[in-house]
């Protein structure tokens, strides 16, 4: 159906079972709402990957970590965005912990952006 190239899978699969009880024996429409449930259920199992992802608790930023937010703060105030970013950028391909200043990160990449 139009809705299930589009992707959306619940309005797509009200339409399939709908028209299933009207014409039970229709194996066109079983077969895409066959396809569609497995769809729903696999973007349900993906979601729930996702959420468990964000509630696992993130490693504390390590001393390396907080060192370099605060020489990216020192550089900031000095309005070297660019710098800043760089060095934060770097940083993360060092020491992972790095991403618990991602928004931090961001907004520099923002601001050396609108900057330059």
Same mark, same amino acid.
């Given at each position: 159906? *139009?809705?299930?190239?589009? +992707?959306?899978?619940?309005? &797509?699969?009200?339409?399939?079972?709908?028209?299933?009880?009207?014409?039970?024996?229709?194996? $066109? &429409?079983?077969?895409? !709402?066959?396809?569609?449930?497995?769809?729903?259920?696999?973007?349900?199992? +993906? $979601? +729930?990957?996702?959420?468990?992802?964000?509630?696992?608790?993130?490693?504390?930023?390590?001393? !390396? &970590?907080?060192?370099?937010?605060?020489?990216?703060?020192?550089?900031?105030?000095? %309005?070297? !965005?660019?710098? &800043?970013?760089?060095?934060?950028?770097?940083?993360?391909?060092?020491?992972?912990?790095?991403?618990?200043?991602?928004?931090? *990160?961001? %907004?520099?990449?923002?601001?050396?952006? *609108?900057?330059?």
């Amino acid at each position: 159906t *139009i809705l299930a190239s589009g +992707e959306q899978w619940e309005p &797509a699969a009200m339409h399939l079972r709908n028209s299933l009880m009207l014409n039970p024996d229709d194996t $066109e &429409a079983r077969h895409n !709402y066959e396809k569609v449930l497995a769809e729903l259920d696999k973007k349900e199992q +993906e $979601e +729930e990957q996702e959420q468990q992802q964000d509630n696992k608790p993130q490693d504390p930023p390590t001393a !390396y &970590a907080l060192e370099m937010k605060k020489n990216a703060e020192q550089l900031v105030k000095e %309005r070297k !965005y660019k710098e &800043a970013f760089d060095l934060m950028q770097n940083a993360l391909q060092i020491d992972k912990t790095v991403s618990n200043f991602n928004d931090f *990160i961001q %907004r520099i990449g923002d601001v050396d952006e *609108i900057d330059s």
